[in-house]
Structures are given as structure tokens and as C-alpha cells.
């Protein structure tokens, strides 16, 4: 017997023969389970169970889309407020303030010349 590897999903459309297979069984007279997670009783459980787990995932994945977009734009809005207190900072004190330097600007005496080059 094969060994199978059940960390890994299964694919969609295995599932749905799994589900066809299911339905179909209600065609077949007389169908006695030999194991006990076969019987009727125990593959209607299952699959009730698979399907609110599976409902709970999607609505725990959606929530988690929205918990992600809601951070990006906060992050979004919290680096447009730093840029604008920024630009506010240099307006109010200047280019070559020891205040611009301290929110994260080079002072302008700072920066070297361009040298021309040599032909």
C-alpha cells in the first residue's frame, strides 16, 4: 500500500467525485458497510463536518484579506502623516536645521558639491 501524504490539500475535483460517489450511493439497494466509516451514517457526518469546516475557512480567509487590506492602508496612512510632519518640519525650521536632520533629512550644508569632471 502506498504511502499518503495527508499535510498536502486535496484537489478540488477529487472532492467533487467524492461527493458524486456519495449522491450516487443512495442508488445502491441493500448496501451494508463492512467498516464502520463506511456506513451511511458515518459519510453523511463526514461530510457535513468537511463542509463547515470548509465554510469556516473561507470565512476566516476572508476575514483575514480584510485584516490585511485594513493594515495596508493604515500603514499607508501612518507614512503619509511622517512625509507631511516631514515636509511641516522643513517648512517651519529650514533645509540646514538640526530639526530636519532629526526627523531623517540630510542637512543641505551636509551634502558634498558636484565636481566637474575632467575632459
Known sequence: MAIVDTSRRLQTRVILQDVESYEGLNAVNDYTARRPEATPEAL?????TMQAKQQKETELAALAKAAADEARQAEWDFH???????????????????????????KKSARKRPRRRAA
Open 44 to 48: 453523511q457526518t463526514n461530510l457535513t
Open 80 to 106: 503619509n502623516s511622517v512625509m507631511a510632519m516631514k515636509e511641516s518640519v522643513r517648512g517651519l525650521f529650514g533645509l540646514d536645521s538640526h530639526e530636519a536632520q532629526s526627523v531623517g533629512y540630510k
